[in-house]
């Protein structure tokens, strides 16, 4: 009896571990507002250390190296759920190109994450011109992607 209950509550956390894979995004929606909302945090970290690139607020280290660290790991979220059938229709500025062209939109994700590793990098190292630098480079590899994948 106490190995049918072993395996019953086995089979029950594998299940359980399968459909919240399978169901992590149920609905085209879902996926949406899971994008919107990283975006969203991502985009006002960004900001942040903007403001001090543009000599708009002082220049503190530690929270600009803060910044850059949650914009590094924020970049490494979104993507799957852009690639979710349907999500390009709805409440989104996803053009339906980027479905069709996966290799391109898996290559402008792969150059955003690799250049905000590379600001939280160099902002964990707090040299302020080069954090300039590579902002600028995070900035470019965002309008990349926006301007071939997002509509107005
Ligand atoms: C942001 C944001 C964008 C990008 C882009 C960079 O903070 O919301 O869409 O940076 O403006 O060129």
């Given at each position: 009896?106490?190995?049918?209950?072993?395996?019953?509550?086995?089979?029950?956390?594998v299940?359980?571990?399968?459909?919240?894979?399978?169901?992590?995004f149920?609905?085209?929606?879902?996926a949406?507002?899971?994008?919107?909302?990283?975006?969203?945090?991502?985009?006002?970290?960004?900001?942040?250390?903007?403001?001090?690139?543009?000599?708009?607020?002082?220049?503190?280290k530690?929270?600009?190296a803060?910044d850059?660290?949650?914009v590094?790991?924020?970049?490494?979220?979104?993507?799957?759920?852009?690639?979710v059938?349907?999500?390009?229709k709805?409440?989104?500025?996803?053009?339906?190109?980027?479905?069709?062209?996966?290799e391109?939109?898996?290559?402008?994700?792969?150059?955003?994450?690799?250049?905000?590793?590379?600001?939280?990098?160099?902002?964990?190292?707090?040299?302020?011109?080069?954090?300039?630098?590579?902002f600028?480079?995070?900035?470019?590899?965002?309008?990349?992607?926006?301007?071939?994948?997002?509509?107005?």
């Amino acid at each position: 009896m106490k190995k049918v209950l072993r395996w019953s509550v086995c089979a029950l956390f594998v299940a359980g571990i399968f459909s919240v894979a399978y169901a992590q995004f149920a609905k085209p929606e879902q996926a949406i507002e899971y994008r919107q909302g990283v975006m969203l945090v991502m985009a006002h970290h960004f900001g942040r250390i903007g403001a001090v690139v543009q000599d708009k607020v002082p220049f503190d280290k530690a929270s600009v190296a803060k910044d850059a660290e949650l914009v590094a790991t924020l970049a490494t979220l979104p993507w799957e759920a852009f690639m979710v059938p349907g999500a390009e229709k709805g409440k989104t500025h996803l053009k339906a190109e980027a479905l069709k062209d996966k290799e391109g939109f898996k290559a402008a994700a792969d150059a955003t994450m690799a250049e905000t590793a590379k600001l939280a990098q160099v902002a964990a190292a707090g040299e302020l011109d080069a954090i300039k630098t590579q902002f600028g480079a995070v900035g470019k590899s965002c309008k990349d992607c926006h301007e071939k994948y997002r509509s107005r």
